[in-house]
């Protein structure tokens, strides 16, 4: 969609509204929105750009060594300009052109994250590993809760502490200091198989003295992609990937030049973008092995997912079985495809139970849906969901990174328009989404507010 769809006249009410917002608080975000007219057929090609969370702990990892790193296919998001502007904060030189991000590494003129960085994006708690393990001292910003839960790093710290750290909390901030200024290394369990939580202990480890190991360990593809990062900075870790992860400490790391892989929960929501729409899509670049849960589910409900070449073709023939998921830890369905899954089963004739086990507030979507249309009803950590639903198009809120992803999924098969508000939460974690779908076929524009 474009021409004079986008321009201002053509702006619904509330964007109106919006603008005026926009004049008042001096803020772009409040006005941008996007804007989809439901009902296209998706067809084509889609390349799936490199993954947001493996980026983010790859990019605090490069505190760990001086010199030259070079990151390739960096996806361009908010987020990982957050962490960008986290590494300058530190010291860091940091370039960036497209998807390649050159950071040159020297020692660290600051050893604290600050709450203004951190509020933005909770991620950033992916420094304390590195700076501990480097330098025996961090200083960083509790982040708090977010919109999808609680969300404390009382395991991130339990494992630094077994490893000889002294924690303190003062003022807002966790301070760690290490007396002598290196970790030793250390057994340790995780009460709970926390994805940062490994990521910033597997670092912290890597520079330590002796042999550490991590119990319980997440096995997400984007640990075991962080260890094998370190591995080429000289670190000597085995298995990630598995739920025991042994880190040999060594005396000191080298810069590195690698290439991040795919993006697996951008892959898994455009393979549902496909499914809503009935359509017919390649997704190019992708790891099939790292979908393996969500594309066993979505062909549970009748979803054709079939490998080709080094890509995923998608055909979609709605309406679809209902289909029950469990979100877990990896290998198990990802929390992060939970509300894309639902808008899917919002096509299916019959119900389907969705239970969310990793947060405890990410359900926040289906008000939203509902308003659409759904008939979805929460009882504890299940979301039932009744189908097959019309859905129509509808002003509605985004609140987190993947509920706003599921609004976008509605909206494609909705129908008539929907307007998304608040898609900064989109930024931060899918590249330049609407250019994606519209090249598939889909009507959507992203409507800025212009004083
Ligand atoms: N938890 C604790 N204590 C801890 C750490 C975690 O109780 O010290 C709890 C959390 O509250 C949560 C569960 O353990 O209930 C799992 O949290 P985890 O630590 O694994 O999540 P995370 O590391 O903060 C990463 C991703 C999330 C993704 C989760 C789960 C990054 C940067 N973030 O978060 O991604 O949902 O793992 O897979 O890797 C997203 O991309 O939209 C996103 C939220």
């Known amino acids: 969609m474009s021409g004079p769809r986008n321009g201002p006249n053509r702006l619904q009410p509330y964007l109106r509204n919006r603008l005026c917002d926009r004049v ?34 790859i990019l605090c990892a490069s505190l760990l060594a001086d ?12 987020d990982v300009d957050t962490t960008i502007a986290l590494l300058r904060h530190l010291g860091q030189q940091v370039a960036r052109e497209g998807s390649v991000v050159r950071v040159r590494g020297q020692p660290a003129r600051s050893v604290e994250a600050p709450y ?10 992916l420094v304390l590993g590195p700076l501990v393990g480097r330098y025996g001292e961090a200083r960083v910003s509790l982040p708090g809760g977010c919109a999808i839960g609680a969300r404390p790093i009382d395991q991130h710290l339990a494992g630094l502490q077994a490893m000889g750290a002294e924690v303190r909390l003062e003022h807002g901030y966790v301070h760690v200091r290490v007396p002598g200024g290196r970790l030793r290394g250390a057994d340790f369990r995780c009460q709970i198989p926390t994805v940062t939580g490994t990521e910033n202990l597997m670092c912290a480890a890597a520079l330590a003295a002796g042999r550490s190991t991590i119990a319980n360990a997440a096995r ?35 810069p590195v030049d690698h290439a991040i892989i795919a993006d697996r929960i ?45 890509g995923v073709r998608v055909v979609g023939r709605p309406p679809y079985r209902p289909t029950d998921v469990v979100t877990e830890p990896y290998p198990g369905f990802p929390t992060d495809m939970q509300a894309q ?27 939203e849906l509902c308003r659409m249309g759904a008939c979805i009803e929460i009882r504890g950590k299940t979301a039932w969901v ?66």
Not at 67 to 78: D, I, K, S, T
Not at 347 to 357: D, M, V
């Open 266 to 310: 951008e892959a898994g929501t455009f393979m549902v973008a496909a499914a809503v729409t009935g359509g017919d899509v390649l997704l190019e670049g992708v790891t099939f092995d790292h979908l393996e849960a969500v594309a066993e589910r979505m062909r549970a409900a009748g979803v054709a997912i079939e490998r080709e070449g080094s």
């Open 386 to 451: 009744s189908g097959e639903s019309r859905l129509q198009g509808a002003e509605v809120m985004a609140t987190d990174l993947r509920a706003s992803a599921s609004l976008v999924l509605a909206g494609l098969f909705a129908e008539g328009e929907t307007v998304i508000r608040r898609v900064y939460h989109i930024d931060r974690g899918y590249e330049r989404i609407e250019h994606k779908l519209a090249a598939l076929g889909a009507r959507i524009a992203r409507v800025e507010g212009r004083a």
């Open 67 to 78: 010199g030259e790193h070079v990151f390739r296919n960096v996806p361009q998001l908010r």
């Open 220 to 254: 997400e593809p984007e640990v075991e992609e962080l260890a094998r990062v370190l591995n080429k900075m000289g670190a000597r870790i085995e298995g990630a990937g598995t739920d025991t992860i042994t880190v040999h400490g060594v005396e000191a790391l080298h």
């Open 24 to 57: 008042r608080t001096g803020t772009r975000h409040a006005v941008d929105g996007f804007h989809i007219v439901g009902g296209e057929t998706l067809r084509g090609t889609v390349r799936i750009s490199g993954a947001k969370n493996a980026a983010l702990p």
């Open 116 to 125: 203004e960085l951190v509020k933005q994006m909770r991620a950033s708690v």
């Open 341 to 367: 899954f639902m808008v899917l089963m919002c096509r299916a004739r019959g119900r389907s139970a969705i239970t969310e086990t990793i947060f405890e507030n990410r359900f926040m979507h289906v008000p």
